[in-house]
C-alpha cells in the first residue's frame, strides 16, 4: 500500500511538473498587422519601391518637431544636430519647420557639404577635430566664419593658435560626462587667457553636453542631483568667462547645452541659451524613455519578404527544429527577408524574431513568427532602428511618406567619418 503511494505521488508529481511546465512554454506573440503599416505597406508598392528602404513619416516628423519647439523656454535656441538627421533635404525640412538656423556637425564631410549647401546657416562642431583636419576645412569652405570650431583643451587650442588662422571656437565642458573638456580651474583660466591675448581667438560659445543626466534613476533624486552638478559645472565656467574676457564676452557668446535624452529638463534659459537634439525627431528605439514620451516613432525600416513557409528548419539540426517548433509557438512561421542584421527591432508583423540558431545575415536574414504571420514574397516587413546616426545611411535615398503615399526621396550625405 505504501508503495502504492509513493508511486501515485511520483507519478503525480511528474504529471504536475509537466503541466506547470507546459503552461510555462513561450507564448504565441504573432497577431493581425498593424493598421498603419498595411497602409505604409501599400504606399511602397505603389511607388515600385521593393528593396530594403529607410522610410520617414513627414507626419510624424512634424509632430515630433511641434512637441519639441513647444517644450523650449522663451529664449532657447535650437540647433539642430545633423549627424541624427543625416540628409540635407531632411535637415533643410527641420530647419524651416523649426525655424532655426543652428547646425552641429560631427565630421568634415558633412560639415563642408553643408556650408556649400547652406552657407547662411551657422554650424558649431559637436566634436573636436584634429587640426590637420580644420586645416583642410579652411581650404574648402565656402563660408568658413559660418563655423564654430570645438576646443577641448589647452595642446588643441595651441596647435589651432598656431595656423594663424581667425578662428571662431567654442570651449567644450565636461559638466559629468566625462568623455572630455575643461572644468572651471586653473586649466580652462590658461585657455580663456590664450584667447584673450590673440587677437585671432574668438569665444564663441561653450558646449556641456550631459546625456548621462537622462540615463540615471529618477529615484531617490539620483537623476535631479547629477542634473544640477551638471548646471552648476557649466555656472562656474561661465562665471570664469565672465572674469577673464568680461561680462560683454560672457553675455553674448552660445551657451549649447542637451541633446534629445535632456533637451525637455531645460525650463529656463538660466543655464544654457541653446540646446542641440536631432534622434528625437525621429525617435529611434534607443529613445524610448520618460523624458521623451511625448515624442513618436518617425523612421523605419521597411524591407520586403523574398520567400516565406510553415515551421522552422534549421540546416543539420532538423529534429531540434522540430523540438523546438513543438515547445516555442513562435517557430510557427519562417521567413526570409531582403537584407537584415542591422541595428534595428522588427516592429510588424507583430511577434517577429530573429533565430539565434540560424544567425543574423546580412543577405537574407531569417525571421520566425507565430501562426498569425501571415507574410508572403513582396509583402514588408518593418523594422525600428536602435539609432538614427549612421543606420539612415544604409538604405541610399530615404523615402518620405505623407500619411498617403510615398512623397518625395531625401537622398542621405555619403557615409564617412
Ligand atoms: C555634443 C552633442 N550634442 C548633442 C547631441 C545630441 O544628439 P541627439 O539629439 O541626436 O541625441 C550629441 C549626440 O551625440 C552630441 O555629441
Redesign the pocket.
Known amino acids: 500500500m505504501a508503495e502504492f503511494n509513493r508511486r501515485t505521488m511520483l507519478i503525480g508529481g511528474a504529471a504536475a511538473t509537466g503541466v506547470a511546465a507546459w503552461a510555462a512554454r513561450p507564448r504565441d506573440h504573432s497577431g493581425t498587422r498593424g493598421h498603419y503599416f498595411t497602409q505604409v505597406q501599400a504606399a511602397l508598392v505603389a511607388a515600385g519601391i521593393a528593396t530594403p528602404t529607410l522610410v520617414i513619416d513627414r507626419q510624424r516628423l512634424d509632430a515630433n518637431i511641434a512637441t519639441l519647439k513647444s517644450a523650449l523656454p522663451p529664449g532657447m535656441a535650437y540647433r539642430i544636430?545633423a549627424k541624427?538627421l543625416p540628409s540635407p533635404d531632411l535637415i533643410a525640412h527641420v530647419r524651416q519647420r523649426a525655424s532655426t538656423d543652428r547646425l552641429?556637425t560631427f565630421n568634415l564631410p558633412t560639415l563642408i557639404a553643408l556650408n556649400r549647401t547652406m552657407p547662411d546657416a551657422g554650424q558649431l562642431l559637436?566634436?573636436p577635430l584634429p587640426v590637420a583636419a580644420f586645416a583642410q576645412a579652411l581650404t574648402a569652405l565656402p563660408a568658413p566664419d559660418k563655423v564654430t570650431w570645438l576646443i577641448d583643451s589647452n595642446a588643441r587650442l595651441a596647435q589651432y593658435a598656431a595656423t594663424g588662422a581667425p578662428i571662431n571656437l567654442a570651449l567644450e565642458l565636461d559638466v559629468g560626462l566625462h568623455r572630455g573638456g575643461f572644468v572651471a580651474g586653473d586649466d580652462f583660466a590658461a585657455a580663456l587667457h590664450t584667447i584673450r591675448d590673440n587677437p585671432a581667438l574668438h569665444l564663441a560659445g561653450l558646449?556641456g553636453?550631459e546625456?548621462h543626466v537622462a540615463a540615471l534613476p529618477t529615484a531617490l533624486g539620483v537623476r535631479n542631483g547629477a542634473l544640477h552638478a551638471a548646471w552648476d559645472a557649466y555656472a562656474r565656467a561661465v562665471e570664469q568667462v565672465r572674469a577673464v574676457l568680461g561680462a560683454g564676452v560672457a553675455a553674448a557668446m552660445l551657451r549649447n547645452a542637451?541633446?534629445?535624452?535632456t533637451y525637455r529638463l531645460y525650463r529656463d534659459t538660466q543655464v544654457a541659451n541653446e540646446v542641440?537634439?536631432?534622434?528625437?525627431l525621429v525617435k529611434p528605439t534607443h529613445f524610448d524613455t520618460d523624458v521623451l514620451a511625448p515624442h513618436v516613432p518617425a523612421a523605419f525600416i521597411a524591407t520586403p519578404v523574398i520567400k516565406a513557409m510553415d515551421g522552422t528548419r534549421l540546416p543539420g539540426l532538423e529534429t531540434v527544429g522540430r523540438v523546438q517548433a513543438w515547445w516555442d509557438p513562435n517557430l510557427a512561421r519562417t521567413v526570409f527577408i531582403y537584407g537584415g542584421n542591422w541595428l534595428a527591432d522588427p516592429v510588424d508583423p507583430p511577434g517577429l524574431q530573429t533565430n539565434a540558431l540560424f544567425g543574423l545575415s546580412s543577405n537574407q536574414q531569417m525571421m520566425n513568427g507565430g501562426a498569425q504571420t501571415q507574410l508572403s514574397p513582396d509583402q514588408f516587413v518593418f523594422f525600428r532602428p536602435h539609432q538614427s546616426?549612421a543606420v539612415f545611411m544604409q538604405f541610399g535615398d530615404i523615402a518620405v511618406y505623407d500619411g498617403h503615399a510615398i512623397v518625395a526621396h531625401w537622398p542621405v550625405f555619403p557615409a564617412s567619418a
Do not use: I, Q
Open positions: 544636430v541624427s552641429m559637436g566634436k558646449m553636453y546625456p542637451a541633446g534629445s535624452p542641440s537634439a536631432g534622434s528625437c546616426e
